[in-house]
Protein backbone atom coordinates (compact mmCIF):
# COMPACT_ATOMS: atom_id res chain seq x y z
CA UNK A 1 0.00 0.00 0.00
CA UNK A 2 1.19 3.74 -1.19
CA UNK A 3 -0.51 6.66 0.11
CA UNK A 4 1.00 10.07 -0.59
CA UNK A 5 -0.77 13.35 0.71
CA UNK A 6 0.29 16.68 -0.86
CA UNK A 7 -0.25 18.21 2.84
CA UNK A 8 2.89 16.48 3.56
CA UNK A 9 4.92 17.28 0.49
CA UNK A 10 4.91 13.39 -0.52
CA UNK A 11 7.12 12.84 2.72
CA UNK A 12 5.27 9.96 3.61
CA UNK A 13 5.31 6.01 1.80
CA UNK A 14 3.88 3.27 3.29
CA UNK A 15 3.22 -0.42 2.81
CA UNK A 16 5.00 -2.77 0.12
CA UNK A 17 4.84 -2.49 -3.53
CA UNK A 18 1.57 -2.62 -5.70
CA UNK A 19 1.00 -3.58 -9.06
CA UNK A 20 1.74 -0.73 -11.53
CA UNK A 21 0.85 0.36 -15.55
CA UNK A 22 3.10 0.15 -18.40
CA UNK A 23 4.28 3.31 -16.92
CA UNK A 24 5.18 3.85 -13.17
CA UNK A 25 2.90 7.10 -12.14
CA UNK A 26 4.28 7.19 -8.55
CA UNK A 27 7.60 9.43 -9.55
CA UNK A 28 5.57 11.98 -11.80
CA UNK A 29 3.08 12.72 -9.04
CA UNK A 30 5.40 12.93 -6.20
CA UNK A 31 7.92 15.21 -7.88
CA UNK A 32 8.46 17.92 -5.91
CA UNK A 33 8.38 20.29 -8.85
CA UNK A 34 4.61 19.88 -9.03
CA UNK A 35 4.08 22.09 -6.48
CA UNK A 36 0.80 20.93 -5.29
CA UNK A 37 -2.03 22.60 -3.54
CA UNK A 38 -1.31 21.53 0.39
CA UNK A 39 -5.02 20.43 0.35
CA UNK A 40 -4.64 18.15 -2.54
CA UNK A 41 -4.56 14.21 -1.86
CA UNK A 42 -2.70 11.75 -3.76
CA UNK A 43 -3.32 7.68 -3.32
CA UNK A 44 -2.47 4.84 -4.28
CA UNK A 45 -4.17 1.41 -4.69
CA UNK A 46 -4.41 -0.80 -1.45
CA UNK A 47 -5.17 2.47 0.29
CA UNK A 48 -8.57 3.59 2.32
CA UNK A 49 -8.21 7.24 0.58
CA UNK A 50 -7.89 5.43 -2.98
CA UNK A 51 -10.68 3.39 -2.07
CA UNK A 52 -12.44 6.58 -0.84
CA UNK A 53 -11.89 8.44 -4.57
CA UNK A 54 -12.50 5.77 -6.66
CA UNK A 55 -15.38 3.47 -5.78
CA UNK A 56 -18.20 3.95 -7.93
CA UNK A 57 -21.92 3.27 -6.59
CA UNK A 58 -22.61 1.36 -9.66
CA UNK A 59 -20.19 -1.49 -10.01
CA UNK A 60 -21.13 -2.55 -13.22
CA UNK A 61 -17.65 -2.19 -15.73
CA UNK A 62 -16.14 0.18 -13.60
CA UNK A 63 -12.66 1.60 -14.51
CA UNK A 64 -9.59 0.87 -12.67
CA UNK A 65 -6.87 2.76 -11.69
CA UNK A 66 -2.78 2.79 -10.51
CA UNK A 67 -3.10 6.71 -9.05
CA UNK A 68 -5.79 8.84 -7.64
CA UNK A 69 -5.99 12.58 -7.10
CA UNK A 70 -8.58 14.67 -5.12
CA UNK A 71 -7.36 17.97 -6.29
CA UNK A 72 -8.09 20.81 -3.95
CA UNK A 73 -7.83 23.89 -6.76
CA UNK A 74 -8.64 24.16 -10.31
CA UNK A 75 -5.18 24.29 -11.06
CA UNK A 76 -3.85 21.16 -9.79
CA UNK A 77 -7.05 19.66 -12.14
CA UNK A 78 -4.68 20.96 -14.94
CA UNK A 79 -1.41 19.58 -13.36
CA UNK A 80 -2.65 16.19 -12.79
CA UNK A 81 -4.26 16.35 -16.47
CA UNK A 82 -0.55 17.23 -18.19
CA UNK A 83 1.41 14.98 -16.01
CA UNK A 84 -1.15 11.89 -16.87
CA UNK A 85 -0.89 13.26 -20.53
CA UNK A 86 3.06 13.48 -20.28
CA UNK A 87 3.06 9.84 -19.10
CA UNK A 88 0.66 8.35 -21.45
CA UNK A 89 -1.70 7.57 -17.98
CA UNK A 90 -5.28 7.82 -19.05
CA UNK A 91 -7.59 9.97 -16.97
CA UNK A 92 -11.28 10.44 -15.76
CA UNK A 93 -12.58 12.96 -13.84
CA UNK A 94 -15.75 12.28 -11.58
CA UNK A 95 -18.00 14.09 -9.36
CA UNK A 96 -20.84 11.35 -7.49
CA UNK A 97 -19.63 8.47 -9.47
CA UNK A 98 -23.19 7.09 -9.73
CA UNK A 99 -23.87 5.79 -13.17
CA UNK A 100 -22.55 3.11 -15.07
CA UNK A 101 -20.91 2.77 -18.99
CA UNK A 102 -20.39 -0.21 -21.35
CA UNK A 103 -17.55 1.56 -22.19
CA UNK A 104 -15.93 2.87 -18.73
CA UNK A 105 -13.97 -0.89 -18.12
CA UNK A 106 -11.96 -0.05 -21.16
CA UNK A 107 -9.87 2.28 -18.90
CA UNK A 108 -7.47 0.61 -16.78
CA UNK A 109 -4.75 1.31 -14.59
CA UNK A 110 -5.03 5.14 -15.46
CA UNK A 111 -5.43 8.17 -12.89
CA UNK A 112 -8.93 9.18 -11.12
CA UNK A 113 -9.54 12.79 -11.18
CA UNK A 114 -11.96 12.55 -8.34
CA UNK A 115 -13.28 16.12 -7.94
CA UNK A 116 -15.32 16.12 -4.73
CA UNK A 117 -13.29 18.99 -2.95
CA UNK A 118 -14.28 21.35 -5.50
CA UNK A 119 -17.61 21.83 -4.16
CA UNK A 120 -18.25 25.65 -4.07
CA UNK A 121 -21.23 26.28 -4.76
CA UNK A 122 -22.42 30.90 -5.49
CA UNK A 123 -25.54 31.92 -6.44
CA UNK A 124 -26.61 35.56 -7.84
CA UNK A 125 -29.79 35.99 -7.12
CA UNK A 126 -30.01 39.09 -9.25
CA UNK A 127 -28.89 37.60 -12.29
CA UNK A 128 -30.84 34.29 -11.40
CA UNK A 129 -27.00 31.88 -12.12
CA UNK A 130 -25.47 29.55 -9.75
CA UNK A 131 -22.12 28.67 -10.15
CA UNK A 132 -20.75 25.27 -8.75
CA UNK A 133 -17.24 23.66 -8.56
CA UNK A 134 -16.92 20.41 -10.06
CA UNK A 135 -17.81 18.24 -7.75
CA UNK A 136 -21.34 19.52 -6.53
CA UNK A 137 -23.92 17.36 -6.13
CA UNK A 138 -27.69 17.50 -6.47
CA UNK A 139 -28.26 16.93 -3.45
CA UNK A 140 -25.98 20.12 -2.42
CA UNK A 141 -28.13 22.80 -4.15
CA UNK A 142 -31.93 22.18 -3.50
CA UNK A 143 -32.22 24.15 -0.74
CA UNK A 144 -30.06 27.08 -1.61
CA UNK A 145 -31.91 27.17 -4.69
CA UNK A 146 -35.07 27.18 -3.56
CA UNK A 147 -34.25 29.67 -0.84
CA UNK A 148 -33.20 32.42 -3.47
CA UNK A 149 -36.71 31.92 -5.06
CA UNK A 150 -35.57 29.91 -7.75
CA UNK A 151 -35.91 25.89 -9.45
CA UNK A 152 -33.64 23.65 -11.72
CA UNK A 153 -34.36 20.83 -13.15
CA UNK A 154 -33.59 17.75 -10.52
CA UNK A 155 -32.82 14.22 -10.59
CA UNK A 156 -34.40 12.00 -8.25
CA UNK A 157 -31.56 11.29 -6.70
CA UNK A 158 -29.56 13.14 -4.39
CA UNK A 159 -26.03 12.06 -5.19
CA UNK A 160 -25.90 12.53 -9.09
CA UNK A 161 -23.22 14.62 -10.46
CA UNK A 162 -24.35 18.39 -11.90
CA UNK A 163 -21.75 19.01 -14.55
CA UNK A 164 -22.42 15.71 -15.90
CA UNK A 165 -25.84 15.74 -16.05
CA UNK A 166 -25.57 19.46 -17.51
CA UNK A 167 -24.56 18.09 -20.26
CA UNK A 168 -27.05 14.81 -21.68
CA UNK A 169 -30.09 13.37 -21.60
CA UNK A 170 -30.00 10.96 -18.79
CA UNK A 171 -27.49 8.24 -17.28
CA UNK A 172 -27.98 5.32 -15.49
CA UNK A 173 -29.57 6.22 -12.19
CA UNK A 174 -33.04 7.93 -11.30
CA UNK A 175 -34.87 10.36 -13.26
CA UNK A 176 -34.21 13.66 -14.40
CA UNK A 177 -37.54 15.70 -13.48
CA UNK A 178 -39.21 18.66 -15.51
CA UNK A 179 -38.12 18.61 -19.19
CA UNK A 180 -40.50 21.85 -19.56
CA UNK A 181 -37.46 23.72 -17.19
CA UNK A 182 -34.87 23.14 -19.27
CA UNK A 183 -33.81 19.28 -19.65
CA UNK A 184 -30.88 19.83 -22.84
CA UNK A 185 -32.14 23.44 -23.03
CA UNK A 186 -28.87 25.85 -24.26
CA UNK A 187 -30.98 28.28 -22.06
CA UNK A 188 -29.95 26.24 -18.42
CA UNK A 189 -26.73 26.19 -18.51
CA UNK A 190 -23.99 28.52 -19.25
CA UNK A 191 -20.50 28.17 -20.17
CA UNK A 192 -18.18 25.55 -18.08
CA UNK A 193 -14.70 27.05 -17.13
CA UNK A 194 -11.67 24.38 -17.69
CA UNK A 195 -8.91 24.41 -16.02
CA UNK A 196 -6.63 26.76 -16.26
CA UNK A 197 -3.01 26.30 -17.77
CA UNK A 198 -4.33 23.38 -20.14
CA UNK A 199 -3.05 24.46 -23.25
CA UNK A 200 -6.80 24.71 -24.69
CA UNK A 201 -9.46 21.79 -25.00
CA UNK A 202 -7.03 19.47 -26.99
CA UNK A 203 -4.73 19.24 -24.06
CA UNK A 204 -7.79 18.96 -21.35
CA UNK A 205 -10.00 16.23 -23.49
CA UNK A 206 -7.64 14.82 -26.35
CA UNK A 207 -10.82 15.01 -28.52
CA UNK A 208 -10.04 18.44 -30.76
CA UNK A 209 -11.24 21.66 -30.28
CA UNK A 210 -14.88 21.82 -28.20
CA UNK A 211 -16.80 25.13 -28.87
CA UNK A 212 -17.20 27.61 -26.37
CA UNK A 213 -21.24 28.47 -25.43
CA UNK A 214 -23.88 26.19 -23.27
CA UNK A 215 -21.92 22.83 -24.23
CA UNK A 216 -20.82 20.99 -21.69
CA UNK A 217 -19.23 18.20 -23.05
CA UNK A 218 -20.06 15.86 -20.05
CA UNK A 219 -22.49 13.58 -22.45
CA UNK A 220 -23.18 10.40 -21.11
CA UNK A 221 -22.19 8.79 -24.56
CA UNK A 222 -18.55 11.18 -24.01
CA UNK A 223 -17.46 10.85 -20.66
CA UNK A 224 -14.11 11.61 -21.27
CA UNK A 225 -15.24 15.00 -21.78
CA UNK A 226 -15.62 15.38 -17.74
CA UNK A 227 -12.79 17.56 -17.07
CA UNK A 228 -14.52 20.75 -15.99
CA UNK A 229 -14.01 22.32 -12.37
CA UNK A 230 -16.27 25.11 -12.52
CA UNK A 231 -19.98 24.92 -13.69
CA UNK A 232 -22.17 27.86 -14.41
CA UNK A 233 -25.71 27.64 -14.88
CA UNK A 234 -28.92 29.91 -15.63
CA UNK A 235 -31.81 29.41 -12.99
CA UNK A 236 -35.58 29.52 -13.46
CA UNK A 237 -38.14 31.33 -11.04
CA UNK A 238 -40.11 28.92 -9.26
CA UNK A 239 -43.45 27.61 -10.90
CA UNK A 240 -45.81 27.73 -8.56
CA UNK A 241 -44.44 29.34 -5.23
CA UNK A 242 -42.16 26.30 -5.30
CA UNK A 243 -44.90 23.82 -4.82
CA UNK A 244 -44.40 20.54 -7.04
CA UNK A 245 -47.74 18.08 -7.13
CA UNK A 246 -46.17 14.24 -6.10
CA UNK A 247 -47.90 11.29 -6.41
CA UNK A 248 -46.49 7.89 -5.47
CA UNK A 249 -48.47 4.50 -5.81
CA UNK A 250 -48.29 0.65 -5.46
CA UNK A 251 -49.34 -1.76 -7.64
CA UNK A 252 -50.20 -5.35 -7.70
CA UNK A 253 -48.83 -7.82 -10.34
CA UNK A 254 -52.48 -8.30 -11.19
CA UNK A 255 -52.52 -4.71 -12.42
CA UNK A 256 -49.57 -4.76 -14.81
CA UNK A 257 -51.18 -5.09 -18.02
CA UNK A 258 -53.63 -2.25 -17.16
CA UNK A 259 -50.90 0.33 -15.87
CA UNK A 260 -48.69 -0.59 -18.94
CA UNK A 261 -51.28 0.67 -20.95
CA UNK A 262 -51.55 3.76 -19.27
CA UNK A 263 -48.30 4.39 -19.97
CA UNK A 264 -48.30 3.42 -23.60
CA UNK A 265 -50.82 5.80 -23.81
CA UNK A 266 -48.59 9.17 -22.96
CA UNK A 267 -46.89 8.19 -26.20
CA UNK A 268 -47.16 11.77 -28.50
CA UNK A 269 -49.66 13.16 -25.69
CA UNK A 270 -47.55 12.94 -22.50
CA UNK A 271 -47.61 16.89 -21.18
CA UNK A 272 -44.29 18.63 -20.81
CA UNK A 273 -44.76 19.30 -17.03
CA UNK A 274 -44.53 15.59 -16.62
CA UNK A 275 -42.22 13.05 -15.27
CA UNK A 276 -42.88 9.15 -14.84
CA UNK A 277 -41.16 6.94 -13.26
CA UNK A 278 -42.01 2.72 -12.65
CA UNK A 279 -39.94 0.55 -10.70
CA UNK A 280 -40.32 -3.63 -10.87
CA UNK A 281 -39.08 -4.87 -7.70
CA UNK A 282 -40.51 -7.69 -5.62
CA UNK A 283 -42.82 -7.18 -2.45
CA UNK A 284 -41.38 -9.49 0.57
CA UNK A 285 -44.58 -9.17 1.95
CA UNK A 286 -47.02 -10.36 0.11
CA UNK A 287 -44.31 -12.49 -1.91
CA UNK A 288 -44.74 -10.94 -5.61
CA UNK A 289 -43.92 -8.68 -8.15
CA UNK A 290 -45.05 -5.27 -7.84
CA UNK A 291 -45.03 -2.18 -9.48
CA UNK A 292 -44.07 1.11 -7.42
CA UNK A 293 -44.84 4.29 -9.43
CA UNK A 294 -43.85 8.24 -9.01
CA UNK A 295 -45.26 10.76 -10.97
CA UNK A 296 -44.30 14.27 -10.70
CA UNK A 297 -46.39 17.32 -12.35
CA UNK A 298 -44.60 20.55 -12.89
CA UNK A 299 -48.09 21.68 -12.04
CA UNK A 300 -51.34 22.79 -9.70
CA UNK A 301 -53.10 19.80 -7.75
CA UNK A 302 -55.96 20.04 -9.37
CA UNK A 303 -54.35 19.49 -12.57
CA UNK A 304 -52.30 16.90 -11.47
CA UNK A 305 -54.80 14.80 -9.78
CA UNK A 306 -56.90 14.95 -13.41
CA UNK A 307 -53.63 13.26 -14.72
CA UNK A 308 -53.29 10.50 -12.31
CA UNK A 309 -57.47 9.71 -12.08
CA UNK A 310 -56.24 6.80 -14.21
CA UNK A 311 -53.94 5.39 -11.76
CA UNK A 312 -56.35 5.64 -9.20
CA UNK A 313 -58.99 3.84 -10.84
CA UNK A 314 -56.53 0.60 -10.99
CA UNK A 315 -57.37 0.86 -7.05
CA UNK A 316 -53.63 1.02 -6.09
CA UNK A 317 -52.11 -0.89 -3.10
CA UNK A 318 -51.05 1.98 -1.42
CA UNK A 319 -50.97 5.47 -2.70
CA UNK A 320 -49.60 9.15 -1.54
CA UNK A 321 -50.50 11.73 -3.26
CA UNK A 322 -49.34 15.69 -2.07
CA UNK A 323 -47.84 19.16 -3.08
CA UNK A 324 -44.04 19.27 -1.90
CA UNK A 325 -41.90 22.25 -1.67
CA UNK A 326 -39.29 21.89 -4.46
CA UNK A 327 -36.23 21.73 -2.21
CA UNK A 328 -37.71 18.33 -0.68
CA UNK A 329 -39.15 16.45 -3.61
CA UNK A 330 -36.29 13.84 -3.55
CA UNK A 331 -36.46 13.00 -0.21
CA UNK A 332 -40.44 12.96 -0.37
CA UNK A 333 -40.86 11.35 -4.03
CA UNK A 334 -41.53 7.52 -4.28
CA UNK A 335 -41.63 7.41 -0.92
CA UNK A 336 -37.63 8.63 0.27
CA UNK A 337 -36.04 6.03 -2.59
CA UNK A 338 -34.36 8.76 -4.19
CA UNK A 339 -32.19 9.47 -1.43
CA UNK A 340 -32.17 5.34 0.28
CA UNK A 341 -30.98 4.27 -3.59
CA UNK A 342 -27.96 5.74 -2.92
CA UNK A 343 -27.07 4.18 0.14
CA UNK A 344 -23.35 2.23 0.04
CA UNK A 345 -24.12 -0.95 -1.51
CA UNK A 346 -23.35 -3.27 -4.26
CA UNK A 347 -25.30 -1.84 -7.19
CA UNK A 348 -24.49 -3.63 -10.62
CA UNK A 349 -27.14 -1.63 -13.34
CA UNK A 350 -27.62 -1.33 -16.68
CA UNK A 351 -29.34 1.38 -18.80
CA UNK A 352 -31.11 1.54 -22.55
CA UNK A 353 -33.05 3.53 -24.15
CA UNK A 354 -36.09 3.45 -26.09
CA UNK A 355 -37.93 5.69 -28.62
CA UNK A 356 -41.40 3.95 -28.25
CA UNK A 357 -43.61 3.12 -25.22
CA UNK A 358 -45.00 -0.47 -25.30
CA UNK A 359 -47.42 -1.85 -22.91
CA UNK A 360 -46.99 -5.55 -25.06
CA UNK A 361 -42.96 -5.25 -24.32
CA UNK A 362 -43.59 -3.96 -20.42
CA UNK A 363 -45.87 -6.87 -19.50
CA UNK A 364 -43.16 -9.01 -21.29
CA UNK A 365 -40.67 -7.78 -19.21
CA UNK A 366 -42.90 -7.93 -16.24
CA UNK A 367 -43.43 -11.69 -16.21
CA UNK A 368 -39.68 -12.34 -17.19
CA UNK A 369 -38.72 -10.85 -13.38
CA UNK A 370 -41.82 -12.55 -12.11
CA UNK A 371 -39.93 -15.51 -12.72
CA UNK A 372 -36.89 -14.88 -12.14
CA UNK A 373 -37.97 -13.84 -8.44
CA UNK A 374 -39.54 -17.27 -8.59
CA UNK A 375 -36.70 -18.94 -9.63
CA UNK A 376 -33.53 -17.05 -7.90
CA UNK A 377 -34.85 -15.92 -4.67
CA UNK A 378 -31.67 -14.40 -3.73
CA UNK A 379 -32.00 -11.99 -6.55
CA UNK A 380 -35.05 -10.37 -5.27
CA UNK A 381 -33.05 -6.94 -4.29
CA UNK A 382 -33.13 -6.57 -8.39
CA UNK A 383 -35.35 -4.21 -9.99
CA UNK A 384 -36.21 -2.91 -13.54
CA UNK A 385 -36.46 1.00 -14.02
CA UNK A 386 -38.68 2.21 -16.04
CA UNK A 387 -38.50 6.65 -16.90
CA UNK A 388 -41.11 8.02 -19.33
CA UNK A 389 -39.98 11.98 -19.67
CA UNK A 390 -42.05 14.31 -22.03
CA UNK A 391 -39.66 15.10 -25.61
CA UNK A 392 -40.54 18.89 -25.49
CA UNK A 393 -37.89 20.68 -24.54
CA UNK A 394 -35.44 17.99 -26.09
CA UNK A 395 -37.43 18.74 -29.62
CA UNK A 396 -36.58 22.48 -29.22
CA UNK A 397 -32.87 22.10 -29.15
CA UNK A 398 -30.73 22.07 -32.61
CA UNK A 399 -28.86 18.85 -33.03
CA UNK A 400 -25.46 20.59 -32.58
CA UNK A 401 -26.16 22.85 -29.63
CA UNK A 402 -25.40 19.58 -27.16
CA UNK A 403 -23.80 16.67 -27.59
CA UNK A 404 -26.25 14.02 -26.49
CA UNK A 405 -27.30 12.30 -29.74
CA UNK A 406 -31.06 10.38 -28.65
CA UNK A 407 -33.33 13.12 -28.69
CA UNK A 408 -36.28 10.84 -29.99
CA UNK A 409 -35.63 8.58 -26.52
CA UNK A 410 -39.25 8.95 -24.54
CA UNK A 411 -38.51 6.00 -22.41
CA UNK A 412 -35.00 5.37 -19.85
CA UNK A 413 -34.38 1.76 -17.97
Avoid at 125 to 152: N, R
Avoid at 264 to 292: C, D, F, K, M, W
Avoid at 345 to 362: I, K, M
Wanted: hydrophobic share 40%.
Amino acid sequence: MRIVSAASSFGLVLGTAIALPAVDPYPAFINSTNRWNAQTTITFPNATAFENATERWNSMGAPSYSVAISPATGDDVARAVRIARSIGLPFLATGGRHSSSTTLSAMTTGLAIDLSRLNSLHIDSQAGTLTIGGGVVFGDIDGPIYEAGYQMRQYSTPLNWILRMSGNGRCNGWGLRWPVSGRQRPDHRQSPVRPPGCGGWQAVHGLGDIPSGPVLGASWCCPQLRHHHVGHVKLHPQNNNGQIFNADFIFPAAANASYFDIIESLQGTIPAELSTISILGYNVTVGEAQILANWVYLGSESEGRELIAPLLDLNPTASSISMVNYNTLTDKAAWGLGRAICAPVSVSGYGVNYRNLSSTTYQQVFQMLSDFFVQYPDGRGSSVEMEVFAPQAVETVADDATAYPWRDTLGYS
